[in-house]
């Protein structure tokens, strides 16, 4: 049990998401999954089994708290790129010589 929940935290934490649909289910998945660790690992160190009640609690206690971090950290998110949007400013003089312009030399009056 303890590799399955490893491996599905650790699949869970290499997805990324852009929307705030998709952040809820990451956060709720790996909130429940993180409850279910937290509760086999406190009865562990008390040398029982935690049972089905228990472990539901706190999938349910982890589900909480991941949906409402989620959400404050894809708001976050939201309001950094868009601050950045803004704020992007693109300095002309720092863009390197077109290799496609050719110089054309100067002439000078009445000459030919």
């Not at 868009?82 to 000078?108: C, H, M, N, W």
């Amino acid at each position: 049990m303890r590799n399955v929940i490893t491996a599905s935290l650790l699949a869970a934490l290499t997805v990324s998401c852009s929307t705030l649909d998709q952040s809820f289910r990451l956060g709720a998945t790996t909130g429940a999954l993180t409850g279910v660790a937290a509760t086999y690992a406190g009865h562990e160190a008390n040398g029982r089994s935690p049972t089905s009640e228990e472990v539901a609690i706190g999938a349910s206690i982890g589900l909480g708290l991941g949906l409402i971090t989620s959400y404050f950290i894809h708001q976050q998110v939201v309001e950094e790129r868009e601050e950045s949007a803004r704020q992007t400013e693109i300095y002309f003089g720092d863009l390197p010589p077109s290799p496609f312009v050719i110089p054309q030399p100067k002439l000078k009056k009445g000459g030919r």
